[in-house]
């Protein structure tokens, strides 16, 4: 049986057909940071739950080749999940396409050393071993990017698996690898305990995240996908707005205020889909690294809803 629900949620109306007999079940994962502050007020507020979506939201701390690998076997239906390591990996067979960018911003990559470390400025970093968190992850991806700006030789990049941030912690420490690349302000915290010690920035040439959908799921839910990103672009539209939230993201991402200050101003929200201008100059540069060895095509990897 289906009905028509008209719904208004913080100030927000929605009218959409739901079906009556049972809650849409939708599996999304992401990484447990502060852009994704957005989707669980959402869920909080039950305002997927009020248009019939049940949607279930899964952690991934080890990050983009986790989630990739997530959407490959059905684990997740939706990942909101870095630009550069979806487009590699859709490229790689990922039966999945880019439905929307999430945060239009650059993605910030600290680069870090132990804080006792020999290291002291990014050149000393070259052909020395990298933490990634996964092979095809956002930290490896950028190591070559990284590497190609200071005009190192790619080919001879050397990485260790740490898995999470605990193991790049681990790693570093016993000097197990050298340097390991992840969101500064997620990695602030380190720095000023005296764990790790930042040598430099590298800002992704691209917007950071983007929102990604499994073909199948797609093919058979694209109403609910329409309805899911309708939610959530509204909620980030407003989402530096919302009283006190530089205090909400420092105490639950245990970060200091004018860290948080910081990163709300860099950080930019986006509620539009991918252009394939911006496509085809994520892909160019994975090219011209060596990350790919074949470009798709904008339909084979987006789906503009």
């Not at 200050?261 to 994975?286: A, D, V």
Request: charged content about 25%; glycine content about 6%.
């Amino acid at each position: 049986m289906v009905a028509i629900g008209k719904y208004e949620i913080r100030g927000k109306k929605y009218e959409v057909k739901i079906l009556i007999r049972k809650m849409k079940t939708v599996k999304i994962a992401g990484v447990p940071e502060h852009f994704n502050l957005p989707w669980h007020l959402c869920i909080e507020n039950g305002e997927f739950e009020a248009v019939g979506i049940d949607l279930q939201w899964t952690d991934v701390p080890e990050g983009t080749g986790k989630m990739c690998q997530m959407l490959r076997d059905g684990e997740t239906d939706i990942a909101v999940i870095l630009s550069e390591g979806i487009v590699k990996d859709i490229n790689a067979g990922n039966p999945s396409k880019i439905v929307q960018v999430y945060v239009e911003s650059p993605l910030i990559w600290g680069i870090h050393v132990a804080a006792n470390s020999n290291f002291k400025i990014l050149s000393d970093l070259e052909n020395k071993k990298v933490a990634i968190s996964r092979l095809g992850s956002g930290s490896q991806l950028m190591a070559y990017v990284n590497a190609n700006n200071q005009g190192w030789n790619t080919e001879k990049l050397q990485f260790e698996i740490v898995n999470t941030i605990d193991g790049a912690v681990e790693s570093l420490t016993k000097g197990e690898s050298d340097y390991f690349m992840w969101e500064r302000f997620m990695t602030k915290p380190l720095v000023d305990k005296g764990v790790f010690r930042k040598i430099a920035d590298c800002p992704t040439p691209w917007p950071c995240f983007v929102i990604a959908v499994r073909n199948e799921f797609l093919e058979k839910n694209e109403g609910s996908i329409e309805l899911i990103l309708e939610i959530i672009n509204n909620t980030t539209q407003e989402f530096k707005e919302i009283p006190s939230i530089d205090r909400t993201l420092a105490s639950k991402y245990h970060q200091k205020i004018e860290d948080i200050r910081e990163w709300l101003r860099l950080t930019k929200w986006s509620q539009k889909p991918l252009e394939e201008k911006m496509l085809n100059k994520i892909q160019n540069q994975l090219f011209e690294l060596k990350i790919i060895d074949k470009k798709g095509t904008f339909a084979e990897l987006v789906k503009n809803i």
